[in-house]
Nanobody, 122 residues
């Protein structure tokens, strides 16, 4: 599965961004989609995932109430709506997919995108 993220950029604290993760394959609907992020000098961090059917959703503690994940299987695309961004959200954001059930563990995911950079200034 080939994944392409887009939507990153430079914003000020309190603003919003919407990231997209597009897949070329129609089998996308069989996969759970996870978003992870990695800040400079830090380990990759789980952000959120959405199950293959769009029902099972889990958020990391640091983004609860601010980030929303969704998917459109007709368009083979997943989205990460990020509101009230904070400087500590600055990172490269990656989407990844795994078959069937989602996971908070990066090692469980089979395919990854190239990442999109998000920078939040204070």
């Amino acid at each position: 599965v080939t994944l392409v993220e887009s939507g990153g950029g430079l914003v000020q604290a309190g603003e919003s961004l919407r990231l997209s993760c597009a897949a070329a394959e129609r089998t996308f609907s069989s996969y759970s989609v996870g978003w992870f992020r990695q800040a400079p000098g830090k380990e990759r961090e789980f952000v959120t995932y959405i199950g293959w059917n769009g029902v099972d959703i889990v958020h990391g503690d640091s983004v609860k109430g601010r980030f929303t994940i969704s998917r459109d299987n007709e368009k083979n695309t997943a989205f990460l709506q990020m509101n009230n961004l904070k400087p500590e959200d600055t990172a490269v954001y990656y989407c990844a997919v795994k078959y069937y059930r989602g996971s908070t563990e990066a090692a469980d995911y089979d395919y990854w995108g190239q990442g999109t950079r998000v920078t939040v200034s204070s």
